[in-house]
């Protein structure tokens, strides 16, 4: 799950990591109200899941409370496109009002799981400001790395490690040592996947602040915070995926027009393989799941030709704990009551297979079997295309 900018640093500050002084506004009297209690001068940041945002207008700098109610009005309603959220953009509800500072540096602080190594990794740089993967491509000796053993947790000597590797000195050093330590001990008590801090500040007084915060989390993990779990905007996800969520459905959104409903992610994966490897491009990822049951089909299949970017279908199922029969009653149930004129082709396999494949065929409705999954993608790709 992701948060905004304004509630990662409310989560920091909980933790005692230090950001700039600053209030949320919905609307340009509170912005108002915000400046004159902070400013003069104050940053205006358009509160959105993306990155990238003073590219396109999401970030700018009031000189006094009359242009910062000004900008919020400009801001607030407006559609923010950026290099992360595609050409449709995303609605502005909301802006995040903070005092401007001096800026002396601009550093980077980020945490995230590393698979590979199986434990969680502080990686910091100097090039703060810029976005962290053209880092990773440009000059990757810029990025220090500290992994972290879950055995002994982040030690205070890896966090000088990375202060040192900065060239932080004196009492600046000692801040950025501290900061990163809370920084970790609010990754690892809130279960988070990932706390980006970009930039990281040092104003010219020295002091070590979060100008910027990026926190998500581990989904599985949210029943331990409640209060985390509130914060989710629903505004700022895909539709199809948070009506997928309702149901329990594994559903991502993507940008073909092949759509998928395949039981089991490894399942899945291969599918979306050999759909673009037939020179087609998946829709969607949809993992139905193992123990999944009549109704379940039924929302899934309802979720993905309400897609309107599928052209096509592919129903993958290999029937395991699952049974054809079920899911097959579940499609048919499905298509009658939407009448949908998306092309399907399914692929059944496994358990009560000749029933699914008899239900289906009985049930009056167009579908292209397929006995293979070469096959199958084989038939979708140019039901799609054309």
Partial sequence: ??????????????????????????????????????????????????????????????????????????????????????????????????EALDIDKELYIGIVIDRAKEAPVVMASSQGGVEIEKVAAETPESIFKEYINPATGFLPFQARNLAFKLALEGDTFKQAVKFIMGLYKTFEATDASLAEINPLLVTKQGNVLALDAKMNFDDNALPRHPDI???????????????????????????????????????????????????????????????????????????????????????????????????????????????????????LEGTNVEEGKKILEESGLSFHSAGSMKEAAEKVVPLAQQ
């Fill in 229 to 347: 779990k509130e914060m989710r905007d629903l505004d700022e996800e895909e539709p199809l995926e948070v009506e997928a969520s309702k149901f329990n459905l594994n559903y991502i959104k993507l940008d073909g027009n092949v759509g998928c409903m395949v039981n089991g992610a490894g399942l899945a994966m291969a599918t979306m393989d050999i759909i673009m490897h037939s020179g087609g491009m998946p829709a969607n990822f949809l993992d139905v799941g193992g123990g999944v049951s009549e109704e379940a089909v039924k929302n899934a299949f309802k979720i993905l030709v309400s897609d309107k970017d599928v052209k096509a279908a592919l129903i993958n199922i290999f029937g395991g704990i699952v049974r054809c029969d079920l899911v097959a009653k579940g499609i048919v149930k499905a298509a009658k009551e939407l009448k949908t004129n998306v092309p399907m082709v399914v692929r």
């Fill in 1 to 98: 799950m992701k948060i905004h900018e304004y509630q990662a640093k409310q989560i920091l500050n909980k933790h005692g990591v230090p950001t700039p002084q600053g209030e949320v506004a919905d609307n340009p009297s509170k912005a108002l109200e915000v400046t004159q209690k902070i400013g003069p001068k104050t940053v205006l940041k358009a509160q959105v899941h993306a990155g990238g945002r003073g590219k396109g207008g999401g970030i700018k700098l009031a000189g006094n409370p009359q242009e910062a109610e000004q900008i919020a009005k400009e801001m607030i309603g407006m559609t923010l496109v950026t290099p992360q959220t595609g050409p449709e953009g995303k609605k502005v509800r909301r802006i995040l009002v903070e």
